[in-house]
């Protein structure tokens, strides 16, 4: 059994293919283990076999961070206003992955609406890091970046908006890739902010996130209108040397305000791809400093928006006694959204009102353009930018709850990618001890490019894994 | 207060575009099918459900556009206009703001300010013995409606009476459906008008407070409505108080006007681009194929039908602005020998006396026996009260004039001593106005007229009777 858990989901894919391993099994396994989590790092778990599959992922069971909509299946974001909402369809990228061949197992416990780094702001409680389980694994697709360390699930889907699949992958010890904006296509996704929400997989390592990655895009969806036809096939990565590539260190995202714990482990990796033939510089992106204030205006602000649609009216939470309408509405908001989220709320709205939009909303927009030309002229000089994934290794439950803006910080390396629409990733790039002492716990590095470089930065991420070896087993015990 | 009162007027128009599929999904539109069953993901607003826009209706705006004149954008946007209400299943609606499809523009010397498009709200229905939102039991929602396609046309200030914006209004119905973009059908919510309606002293060049009046829905209430919001703009301004800016209901059916929401209570709409979205760029061939899917327009077809055809600017307007008489009339033009301005009087008026306001295509008369009546009446072969006679069973029955004329014997008195048997003999009774028509009283020949025509039951062609009496008296033929 301990075998099966050990392959990774193209080696359990390849086995399937070749006979040597049964789909119906290694489903029931994972079954299991998704049903018995110790990590709440599902909210819905498969309670039988999947219907039988054909394709090139065949039989390799799938978790799906719940904000992806799943026909007939919980799809709640997190949150208690959708509790128990089942909708009528399926998410394009779900459906890509499940005509592929991969089964789905379970939904993933997730941030509220995506919003949060940490994981505790789901409405159905906080996911635990199977590294140390006091700690939280990253949010918000901290459910599916547990569940894959923990081996609760080959591979997982997850979103990111503003770190959100790159911080829980680094927390968690896994690969995680945002791919570039307009890639993946978002329909069927519970948007939280839509000009930055994008798909992508959390997978035990590199090859897999390539073979999980080269089924989610291709061909652009009819159905979303910021989609784009992926320019090539992803391939699976083979390099294991880095000549000739070069690599720009930003100095605004690489020293201050990161562990050094997270800093040692980062600088190790460098010297390691210089190792491997890169050659690596100093690089400058003047503005990504004021990237989290832009991207904490510009996020609640369209989800001040997308989440008006949840009013009590159609589906979902609807507060009961009301005597009139707006009542009805500001008791079911009241009641069914956290409290981060009504934050975010209230932040957008004031930033879209009239008299302060160009202020804020603007001026923000203003602020994402210059960030997107800063990368623009780094990838003049470079092919790509690394920088630590998170600034810190997986905090105490509760350590950052009662601080929203420590919480943010979380971000810091990570929004600024987001706002230039460009495909990031996060491996696992060794251990580090946390702040306070105690077991060391995994360090992300995270490689940026240009838009639709992904296959170039899954082949110098491959290359960089090769070499640093992470040992990804964690003390987690069924 | 000195000097009069001048009432200044836009109008806010929304018309529902004649496409197959709504504005953001595939869902066919609704003709009054089961509640909620033009229904998908997107249009009802669920979770993860993305816009997709119709490029059917960025044609049909287009063509809008160049009918009006206006400056079509090469790049435009959608916004997203954010408020709560029941009928809105996303909590805001997707329409334009600052980058609308089209500007400026005019049309018969009303400027428009802007085109855009737009989705439509879904219908509300409240239940209960009032039928409105306050003291219902329940109110529900049919989401077969929202998401259609909504063009909204904004115009400049440029009307001053009521009567002219409902022309207006008029001109524009036309000149849409001749585009063939909409149904533009006022009782059924596909054509609906508000109008912002303010006054001023005459001459002046500054606007006064204005008031918004909500969704007429019809010419007749538009033209109600805007004046009864005149008259009591009159009457605040004239009792020295200041009028204020707020959104007005009108009730027909009691002429009450009553107040919707005042400027505090206007919402904060906080419009910003909708980010599931991306710009529409106008492409050259996007331009070509509405121009080329334009025919002509009503203003142009009044301006042809008074030039080369010679009809008064009226017949020429009301032909031209009711598409459908513009199409009989032309038919019937083609298909005979009448005269062209004789023929225009007598569709835009005989004709129309008998259809009202059903397109006389659908009665029984057919372009070309109307043609041939009036031919026979230009040949003086039939009187004008025995062609109302002919066109009365052409109406009803149909059927060829000149074989309903000979059924009827309805033919023109051809025996031309018969005839003066009779003028001479209703000269010979009635010698004083034969006296007064002899001394220079044209109107006293309408007392000897009619005894002919009653003798001759009509049949007697009118010039032919005068011109014997003059004869009869020893008057010039033609002088008065």
């Known amino acids: 059994m301990n075998d099966i858990l050990a392959l990774s989901a193209a080696g359990a894919a390849k086995a399937i293919a070749a006979g040597e391993l049964d789909g119906g099994e290694l489903f029931e396994l994972y079954r299991e283990r998704a049903a018995a989590d110790r990590l709440n790092a599902f909210v819905w778990v498969a309670d039988g076999p999947p219907p039988p599959s054909d394709g090139p992922l065949r039989g390799v069971p799938l978790a799906v961070k719940d904000l992806f909509c799943t026909e007939g299946v919980p799809s709640q974001s997190g949150s208690r206003i959708l509790e128990g909402y089942r909708p009528p369809y399926s998410a394009t990228v779900v459906e890509r992955l499940t005509a592929a061949g991969a089964p789905l197992l379970g939904k993933t416990n997730q941030d509220e609406f995506a919003m949060g780094s940490s994981t505790e702001n789901s409405g159905f409680g906080p996911v635990l890091n199977p590294w140390d389980r006091t700690r939280v694994p990253g949010g918000s697709s901290g459910g599916s970046a547990a569940a894959v360390a923990a081996r609760l699930t080959p591979w997982a889907l997850g979103t990111d908006t503003g770190g959100s699949i790159r911080q829980p992958a680094a927390l968690c010890g896994i690969v995680g890739l945002k791919p570039t904006y307009g890639a993946v296509s978002r329909y069927g996704m519970i948007a939280f902010a839509s000009s930055l929400d994008q798909a992508g997989p959390l997978t035990r390592d590199v090859t897999d996130a390539a073979l999980l990655y080269g089924r989610m895009v291709g061909a652009r969806d009819p159905r979303d209108s910021t989609s784009l036809d992926f320019p090539e096939p992803i391939v699976l990565p083979a390099r294991t040397e880095l000549a000739g590539v070069r690599i720009g260190v930003p100095v605004e995202l690489a020293g201050e305000g990161i562990e050094p714990g997270v800093l040692a482990a980062f600088e190790a990796t460098l010297e390691l791809a210089r190792s491997l033939g890169a050659s690596v510089e100093q690089c400058a992106l003047p503005h990504a400093p004021h990237a989290l204030a832009a991207y904490y205006v510009l996020a609640p602000a369209e989800a001040s928006s997308n989440l008006a649609r949840f009013d009590g009216v159609r589906y979902g939470y609807r507060a009961s006694g009301a005597g009139e309408l707006t009542e009805m509405y500001t008791r079911t908001r009241h009641d069914g959204f956290g409290a981060e989220v009504k934050r975010r709320i209230m932040l957008g709205t004031y930033a879209l009102s009239s008299g302060y939009y160009d202020a804020f909303y603007g001026r923000a927009q203003r602020v994402r353009t210059k960030i997107a030309e800063d990368f623009a002229a780094a990838f003049a000089r470079f092919d790509f930018v690394a920088t630590p994934t998170a600034p810190g290794v997986a905090f105490e439950l509760g350590a950052k709850t009662a601080d929203p803006l420590a919480m943010y910080l979380n971000d810091f390396c990570t929004v600024p990618m987001s706002l230039a629409g460009i495909p990031a990733i996060s491996i696992p790039c060794g251990l580090a001890e946390p702040p306070g002492g105690g077991p060391a716990l995994p360090v992300g590095f995270q490689l940026a490019g240009s838009a639709f470089s992904e296959n170039a930065l899954l082949g110098a991420a491959f290359a960089l894994e090769q070499a640093i070896a992470f040992d990804g087993s964690t003390p987690y015990e069924a | ?480």
């Open chain 2, 1 to 480: 207060m000195n000097g009069t009162l001048e009432p200044v007027i836009g109008l806010e128009i929304h018309v529902q575009l004649a496409t197959a599929t709504k504005m953001f999904c595939g869902c066919e539109l609704s003709f009054g099918e089961p509640p909620n069953t033009r229904t998908c993901p997107v249009c009802l607003g669920l979770p993860g459900a993305l816009p997709v826009v119709n490029a059917r209706a960025i044609h049909f705006g287009l063509m809008i556009g160049l009918a009006l004149g206006c400056e079509l954008a090469q790049r435009s946007i959608f916004h997203r206009k954010n408020y709560f209400y029941p009928d809105l299943p996303k909590g805001y609606q997707i329409s334009q703001y600052d980058e609308p499809l089209c500007r400026g523009g005019s049309l018969a010397g009303v400027r428009i300010h802007r085109v855009h498009l737009e989705e439509d709200a879904a219908k509300l229905i409240h239940l209960g013995a009032s039928g409105r939102i306050h003291g219902s039991e329940l109110s529900v929602v049919d989401f077969n409606r929202g998401g259609t396609p909504l063009v909204e046309i904004v115009t400049e200030p440029d009307l001053h009476s009521p009567s002219q914006a409902r022309e207006w209004l008029e001109l524009l119905r036309a000149t849409l459906r001749s585009l063939g973009v909409s149904d533009v059908n006022m009782n059924e919510g596909s054509l609906r008008a508000d109008a912002n309606v303010s006054l001023r002293l005459a001459g002046s060049d500054q606007l006064g407070t204005k008031t918004e009046l909500k969704n007429m829905n019809s010419f007749r209430f538009l033209e109600q409505g805007v004046t009864a919001e005149i008259e009591r703009q009159r009457g605040i301004i004239e009792a020295g108080e200041e009028v204020v800016q707020e959104t007005l209901h009108f009730d027909p059916s009691s002429g009450a006007i009553t107040s919707l929401r005042s400027k505090e209570e206007a919402q904060d709409y906080r419009y910003f681009p909708e980010p599931d979205l991306v710009p529409i760029a106008t492409t050259e061939e996007m331009l070509t194929a509405a121009r080329e899917a334009m025919g002509e327009l009503p203003a142009a077809r009044a301006m042809r039908f008074e030039r080369e055809l010679g009809l008064s600017a009226a017949r020429a307007r009301q032909l031209a602005f009711r598409g459908e008489l513009g199409d009989f009339y032309e038919r019937a033009l083609a298909g005979g020998s009448a005269d062209a301005v004789t023929l225009a009087n007598w569709v835009g008026g005989e004709l129309v006396a008998r259809t009202g306001d059903d397109d006389p295509a659908a009665s029984m008369v057919e372009p070309a026996a109307l043609a041939a009546l009036v031919a026979l009446l230009g040949e003086h072969r039939l009187s004008v009260t025995a062609a109302r006679e002919v066109l009365d069973v052409l109406v009803s029955e149909g059927g060829e004039p000149a074989a309903i004329v000979a059924a009827r014997g309805l033919g023109a008195l051809e025996d031309a001593a018969g005839l003066a048997e009779i003028v001479a003999r209703a000269i010979a009774n009635d010698p004083a106005a034969a006296e007064q028509v002899r001394a220079g009283n044209p109107k006293a020949i309408g007392a000897l007229v009619g005894p002919i025509m009653r003798e001759t039951r009509g049949r007697a062609d009118g010039a032919e009777v005068t011109r014997l009496i003059r004869a009869e008296l020893g008057l010039q033929p033609d002088g008065d």
